[in-house]
């Protein structure tokens, strides 16, 4: 059981930059698929971006397409969500899972997550 610790959250004007890490512990990090996820006030959570185990391959919602990019370090066991160009609409708590690539559905249980704010 993969244990995932997010972190790099906090309060941004719109249009500004974060940079999320989600550490994972265990040794088989590299064996799984990884995704980031959110959740914002009185929505489900949803689908982010997504990354393949070696980090060659990467997939998003099209909301954040061109202004997110999801990569990982397998040597240090963390994937990161470098958010650019924030919005309003990115206000929520952000969560990273195992990911299945088929589905685009964690298969993993949640960190804590990481807050987000943006202001307008």
């Known amino acids: 059981q993969v244990q995932l610790v997010e972190s790099g959250g906090g309060l941004v004007q719109a249009g500004g930059s974060l940079r999320l890490s989600c550490a994972a512990s265990?040794?088989?990090?590299?064996?799984?698929?990884m995704g980031w996820f959110r959740q914002a006030p009185g929505k489900e959570r949803e689908f982010v971006a997504a990354i393949s185990r070696s980090g060659g391959i990467t997939y998003y919602t099209d909301s954040v397409k061109g202004r997110f990019t999801i990569s990982r370090d397998n040597a240090k066991n963390t994937v990161y969500l470098q958010m650019n160009s924030l919005k309003p609409e990115d206000t929520a708590v952000y969560y990273c899972?195992?990911?299945?690539?088929?589905?685009?559905?964690?298969?993993?249980?949640w960190g804590q997550g990481t807050q987000v704010t943006v202001s307008s």
């Open positions: 265990g040794r088989t990090f590299s064996s799984y698929a």
């Open positions: 899972a195992v990911t299945s690539i088929a589905t685009m559905r964690p298969s993993s249980d």
